[in-house]
């Protein structure tokens, strides 16, 4: 089902091209971290996008990824992701992108694991677990990364801003068989709208 893009507001359409100007080529972790600070102004700005704009009232509220802009050789891309009350997402890996998940609107909870890289059945470690409300963000570089995330509201909506090394079309989600081992499945990530 096709769902209609969210209009994005030319002003924090600007400041978002201001914040990710420079981006693409080789991109080291310093890059990463000052990019995420670059966007953290980004919720403040007038005309943020808000998770309410994503859904309405006619339509069950489903999780929705809309491409907004993206580098012409597809060296980054950037995605508004909504979530809806209590979504919560498989673990899952980032095709060994970067990656920065910065929270809009709401709040997130990302459960952060690390897999040894067995491409039969992976052990992941467990890192850490955040709590993000506007202005935070999950924030990662190595290959191994791996999360989970989830609405934390039962009731209300959330909207993140997505920055990714490369094109985000396919991931690999992991279902666990047994203590810390996983099972891994093929993933093709879908987009629902576009506003390039």
């Avoid at 991931?171 to 629902?192: C, G, H, K, P, T």
């Amino acid at each position: 089902m096709h769902h209609p893009q969210i209009a994005i507001a030319a002003s924090w359409s600007r400041a978002l091209r201001e914040a990710t100007s420079g981006l693409g080529g080789e991109i080291t972790p310093k890059d990463v971290t000052e990019l995420r600070e670059a966007l953290t102004s980004l919720v403040w700005v007038e005309g943020c996008p808000r998770a309410a704009s994503f859904f309405s009232d006619a339509q069950a509220p489903r999780y929705r990824r809309q491409l907004i802009a993206a580098a012409s050789d597809r060296s980054y891309t950037i995605l508004l992701i909504a979530w809806p009350p209590g979504y919560v997402t498989p673990l899952h890996d980032h095709a060994e992108l970067w990656g920065i998940e910065l929270v809009l609107d709401g709040a997130l909870q990302v459960d952060e694991y690390f897999s040894d890289g067995d491409a039969q059945q992976p052990e992941l470690q467990p890192h850490r677990s955040l709590m993000l409300g506007s202005g935070d963000a999950a924030v990662f570089i190595d290959p191994a990364y791996v999360h989970r995330c989830r609405n934390l509201s039962a009731q209300q909506p959330a909207l993140s801003l997505h920055v990714y090394g490369g094109e985000l079309d396919r991931y690999q989600s992991f279902v666990e068989v047994s203590d810390n081992l996983y099972r891994i499945a093929q993933q093709q990530a879908v987009l629902d709208a576009v506003s390039i």
